[in-house]
């Protein structure tokens, strides 16, 4: 079992930046992977960024590629996501999410544990 628990969003202008975290609790999460998914009002939810937590494995999605980095530290059990060159289309409730496993999916239905979501607002 993991808790998970995000921070760090709010109201950006389009091109500014955020970083968001994601605090892990519970029990290691060394042999998990972790990722990010976002969801706006009235639709799907939409994966974002993922990471197996002993490294060796990153994955984005192509509307964040070159604009989001996903990282991590172990020391602190925390998942970040620095957000950059944001655009008002990244608005939604950001939440993170873990898995028991190794291998990267970019599939919400797999993930087993979520945090309640961080609203991120980018202004135009």
């Known amino acids: 079992q993991v808790q998970l628990v995000e921070s760090g969003g709010g109201l950006v202008q389009a091109g500014g930046s955020l970083k968001l975290s994601c605090a892990a609790s519970g029990r290691t999460v060394s042999s998990y992977v972790m990722g990010w998914f976002r969801q706006a009002p009235g639709k799907e939810r939409e994966f974002v960024a993922a990471?197996?937590?002993?490294?060796?494995?990153?994955y984005y999605a192509d509307a964040v590629k070159g604009r989001f980095t996903i990282s991590r530290d172990n020391a602190k059990n925390t998942m970040y996501l620095q957000m950059n060159s944001l655009k008002p289309e990244d608005t939604a409730v950001y939440s993170c999410?873990?898995?028991?496993?190794?291998?990267?999916?970019?599939?919400?239905?797999?993930?087993?544990?979520w945090g309640q979501g961080t609203q991120v607002t980018v202004s135009s």
């Open positions: 990471i197996r937590w002993s490294g060796g494995s990153i």
């Open positions: 999410a873990a898995r028991l496993g190794m291998q990267i999916t970019t599939s919400a239905r797999i993930y087993d544990y």
